[in-house]
């Protein structure tokens, strides 16, 4: 007869001592799993289970964390200053920040700032970058004219994010830029990337008993 | 852009029928308490608002279509939803939106129950609010969403008699409204100028359509309580009138100077005069100020008129504004006639109804215009119609020519019309002598008017060469005629100059004029002799006072003669002789005696038609008859010419008539001998 077993394990990872040091990921390319899985082993066929673990790499506020602000044109036709409050944002945080218009010779019809994810895969040779914009957001509508200032508030809570990753286990990376692009009345694009690191905040609501306590999803 | 008229009514409807329905599912959404379904619904209806095809007029009803349907939002917001949910929460929702524009009608709406839940300070969310809707750039599109933002934010605005501390003080209020308007004239000034030339008038008109989205900012300003006159004139006004200056755009200060006048109360703009009128002095370009400085000056007079009380003492209005308008005339040389004259007008009605005893005022005004024109003579081109219109302000306030007279630069300025208007405003000068009976009794008056109306009086250098319609001369004439009835005085002495002074004006009128103009004064001195005669005893001179009149007389009947108005002088004679009979005296018996004999003389010497003869004659004959006081000597020849006068008539019958009418002369035989 089949015997039902009904498994139902808190795993603490401090009891274990099992590192995990990246954070879940599952992307176009690649996906970073970490699963329990329990085998019962038997004469003929072997039971196996699997179950999903979520894992969250949380960090704390950065102990450096300076704007990003910088002056980019073209020569004769578009001169601006773009200034963002911070280069490292966690993943509920706000994007602050203006953009000033030094100088405005070209017709402009909107400008919006995008959020580009970049998913490099592989290395050396075979190295792939997959971008792919998560957001499209409009700050601004219609023509500027010289020392105007246009305020950005970008919510990232909105959006489906990541933290960033660099070389995860050398085998990919997962970065963030923010695109600043203008369109002018031809549907000219200019355009102004920036990279920001997203990080992952604790959230509030944790105790810091339960750190380290791991959500446990019911796979099947 | 699309821009026939059935195109926009086309568009129009389009984007009204998604309007209807995406408001139709918002609020079925919200009535089920879906409020992420309703905001989806909201948005799709605010996406509507970014269109760039409609034009203003088709925009604001696409808008007002929009913004009543958010009332509902706002509703369920205030009502169920912030039962059990933080409002804060949805202040940040609604900021997720992808497109701005929906994005800030959403905020605003949310901001708004946000800030009436007062769980927020209400200062901060209103920056927060004023700040954000920088993100539209684009002018229509931005002028409405901030027009949206004041209209939303009307009763929520910290001033001085709410109940609520600590949130915002009546000066954040003043700044909210004061940055919302800075940025809507920049928007609506930034219209001007673009697009093509070509479409400038277009656009002009364009922008004056949306005109009032920007002044309902000074409105809303206007009905702050907590402006008080110290705030307006350090806070509120410096801070506008610096945005009129930078934007250096005519459309925008015209209309604006013009709101400020009528939207806040007169006693501000009396203590802020001096910096009003300064902001109208400086040279920017093409403003019309005219109209500005007219409207106010209209609207402090009506306060001054409402009550006397309410302009200050140390306030001396007509001093500020004559000078203000002098500097302003002399700075813009370019400045038409036309408008030079409706400034001075403005002045003239200033005085008139605030200052109406101080007709030096008036004169003033008079003066300056004439120091105007006389520096610059081509500046007075072409401006006839106008400058008749300001003389006929004061001589319809007046109503009374005496006034007028007094004036002495009315006159100064009568040069530099034109030849027609300068008659008919003489016309209507001597209409209104005479319709309202004004007697003007002192020869120097008298002389004065007479110069006045010199264009009635005598020909002018100006005049056309071509002869004039017959019909207007004698109306003109007559005119004059019975004027001289008015220029009267109650005392003869001064009566006699008068009468001098009217002859040697009238005199200079021509042969042409005078078979008008003089009968009335003779008939004047004539009536004169009557009044010396009836106060012979308060008045020894009297007698020779009658002989000069008699000459006087006798000149003017002999100036008729030479310009060959034979039967007018005719009767005119023998009229004077009448009176010569009966003032009494030597020297008059001697002056009828001339007189008649004149009479005959043009009577033989000019009448040739034998009717007319008839006439004459039984005319001398029946005046002489009544004359009583010829001595013998006198009458004797008289009557004898008479008879032979009478019996050399051409046709029998007229001669039997003649005869027989001097029957009378011999049997009644009235003369002085005989007592009557």
Excluded at chain 2, 647 to 664: E, F, G, I, T
Aim: charged share 25%; net charge negative; hydrophobic share 40%.
């Amino acid at each position: 007869s089949i015997i039902d077993c009904r498994l139902k394990a808190v795993v603490s990872t401090q009891s274990t001592g099992v590192v995990k040091q990246y954070e879940s990921y599952a992307g176009r390319n690649c996906r970073l799993r970490y699963f329990l899985r329990v085998a019962v082993s038997r004469r003929l066929v072997d039971i196996v289970h699997e179950r999903e673990l979520m894992v969250h790499q949380l960090s704390s506020y950065p102990e450096t964390n300076s704007s990003l602000k910088m002056e980019v044109g073209i020569e004769d036709c578009l001169h601006i200053e773009f200034e963002y409050n911070r280069s490292k944002y966690h993943l509920n945080d706000v994007i602050v920040g203006k953009i000033y218009f030094i100088l405005v010779r070209i017709k402009i019809k909107h400008m919006e700032l995008s959020i580009i994810k970049r998913e490099t895969t592989g290395s050396g040779p075979n190295t792939y970058n997959e971008n792919e914009q998560i957001s499209r957001y409009e700050i601004m509508d219609g023509a500027p004219v010289r020392g105007e200032s246009i305020p950005i508030r970008l919510f990232l809570s909105a959006y489906d994010l990541t933290p960033t990753m660099k070389d995860v286990n050398k085998k990919f990376s997962v970065r963030y830029y923010l695109n600043l692009v203008l369109v002018d009345e031809e549907d000219r694009r200019y355009f102004k990337q920036q990279e920001i690191t997203l990080w992952r905040k604790s959230p509030t609501s944790l105790k810091p008993e339960n750190r380290g306590v791991v959500a446990l999803e019911n796979h099947t | 852009m699309a821009n026939s008229e059935t195109e926009q009514a086309k568009y129009l409807d389009a984007a009204k029928e998604v309007v209807k329905r995406e408001a139709f599912n918002m609020q079925r959404a919200l009535d089920k308490g879906q409020l992420m379904d309703g905001l989806r619904h909201a948005t799709e209806m605010l996406n509507e608002l970014r269109t760039s095809i409609l034009m203003p007029k088709s925009y604001y009803e696409l808008y007002m279509m929009v913004t009543m349907e958010l009332t509902h939002l706002n509703m369920y917001m205030s009502g169920e939803f912030i039962k059990e949910n933080k409002i804060a929460d949805l202040y940040e929702l609604v900021q997720h939106a992808g497109n701005i524009v929906p994005r800030l009608y959403l905020l605003i709406t949310v901001g708004v129950v946000y800030i009436k839940s007062q769980e927020c300070s209400r200062k901060d969310i209103l920056q927060d609010l004023v700040e954000m809707c920088r993100g539209v750039q684009h002018p229509l599109r931005g002028l409405f969403l901030r027009n949206f933002l004041l209209t939303s934010t009307r009763d929520v605005l910290p001033d001085i008699d709410d109940n609520i501390v600590d949130s915002g003080t009546i000066d954040d209020s003043i700044d909210f409204i004061l940055l919302n308007f800075s940025e809507m004239n920049k928007l609506w000034v930034r219209m001007q100028h673009q697009g093509h030339s070509r479409d400038r008038t277009k656009r002009e008109q364009e922008r004056l359509e949306l005109k009032i989205l920007v002044g309902t900012n000074l409105e809303r300003l206007s009905r702050l309580e907590g402006v008080t006159v110290s705030k307006y004139q350090n806070h509120v006004l410096p801070a506008i009138l610096k945005q009129l200056i930078n934007c250096k755009d005519s459309i925008a200060q015209e209309y604006l100077m013009d709101c400020i006048i009528q939207v806040f109360p007169d006693e501000f703009h009396l203590k802020t005069l001096d910096t009003f009128l300064d902001t109208c002095c400086q040279p920017q370009g093409t403003v019309n100020v005219r109209n500005i400085i007219i409207s106010i000056i209209g609207r402090l007079s009506n306060y001054a008129q409402a009550d006397p009380s309410n302009i200050p003492e140390d306030i001396e209005l007509f001093q500020i504004f004559s000078g203000k308008v002098t500097q302003i005339i002399q700075s813009r040389t370019e400045m038409p006639p036309e408008d030079i004259l409706a400034l001075q007008s403005a002045l003239i009605k200033l005085a008139l109804n605030v200052y109406p005893s101080e007709t030096g005022y008036v004169d003033k005004v008079l003066e300056n215009t004439c120091n105007i024109f006389n520096e610059e003579r081509s500046r007075a081109k072409g401006c006839s119609a106008e400058l008749s219109r300001m003389l006929r302000v004061p001589i319809d306030h007046y109503g009374d020519i005496l006034t007028i007279i007094q004036l002495e630069h009315f006159t100064q300025l009568f040069g530099f019309l034109e030849y027609k208007s300068r008659k008919e405003l003489c016309v209507y000068l001597a209409e209104n002598v005479i319709q309202t009976e004004t007697h003007i009794d002192s020869h120097d008056q008298v002389d004065l008017f007479l110069t006045m109306i010199s264009c009635l009086v005598t020909d002018q250098a100006d005049q056309s060469a071509e002869p004039e319609d017959p019909e207007d001369f004698e109306i003109e004439q007559s005119l004059v005629g019975r004027l001289v009835h008015q220029l009267t005085s109650g005392i003869p002495d001064q009566q006699f100059l008068i009468l001098n002074t009217c002859k040697k004006h009238l005199l200079t009128g021509g042969d042409k004029r005078i078979q008008y103009t003089l009968p009335s004064l003779i008939f004047r001195a004539i009536q004169l002799c009557r009044v010396y005669h009836d106060l012979a005893a308060e008045d020894e001179k009297w007698e020779k006072k009658v002989t000069k009149i008699l000459m006087y007389i006798n000149s003017l009947l002999s100036t008729l003669v030479k310009a060959e108005y034979w039967d007018l002088a005719l009767r005119l004679f023998l009229q004077a002789a009448l009176v010569c009979d009966m003032v009494g005296i030597q020297s008059a018996e001697t002056a009828g005696y001339e007189f008649v004999s004149q009479a005959f003389a043009i009577y033989e010497e000019e009448v040739s038609d034998s009717k007319a003869q008839l006439i004459a004659i039984s005319l001398i004959v029946a005046t002489f008859e009544r004359t009583i006081n010829f001595s013998e000597e006198n009458h004797e020849p008289l009557r004898s010419q008479c008879l032979r006068a009478s019996s050399k008539l051409l046709k029998k019958p007229d001669q039997c008539r003649a005869v027989s009418l001097c029957a009378h002369l011999y049997w009644s035989g009235k003369n002085r001998e005989m007592a009557g």
